[in-house]
């Protein structure tokens, strides 16, 4: 169920993240680049929010500037991946698999982004049961 949340919250923030871009592009005249990034970080606000709250909720968790940091860290690396993935897939099979070669970077970068969101950025914390 987690996973299937996590994919939830990818495909929000995706849409939220064009959605925004094009509204920056369109409303206010930013250039596509600018309206890229701007997209990018209201994603990614709105993403570690949902993920806190619900893909990775725990009575015991608390919204963290640590953690929000972390998760913005994981991003920048889950991209990092992408694109070297992305790169070396080009290299083997050219352009006439473009679309392929997209989806594969997408697949291993989110499946990067959740194992490391899971276990480092909303890790479950643990409590000593102060009967032992």
Known sequence: MELARFFAVAVIGLVLDL????????????????????????????????HEF??????????SSLRAIRYTLVLAGTLVVRIIVVAILAEIAGDSHAL???????????????????????QKIETKDPSQ
Do not use: D
């Open 19 to 50: 959605a925004v871009a094009w509204g920056a592009t369109i409303i206010f005249g930013l250039p596509l680049w600018l309206s890229a990034i701007v997209g990018f970080v209201v994603a990614a606000m709105a993403n570690y929010l949902l």
């Open 54 to 63: 619900w893909t990775f909720r725990s009575p015991k968790n608390r919204p």
């Open 100 to 122: 392929l070669v997209l989806m594969a970077g997408a697949s291993v970068s989110f499946c990067v982004h959740y194992l490391v969101s899971k276990h480092l950025v909303f």
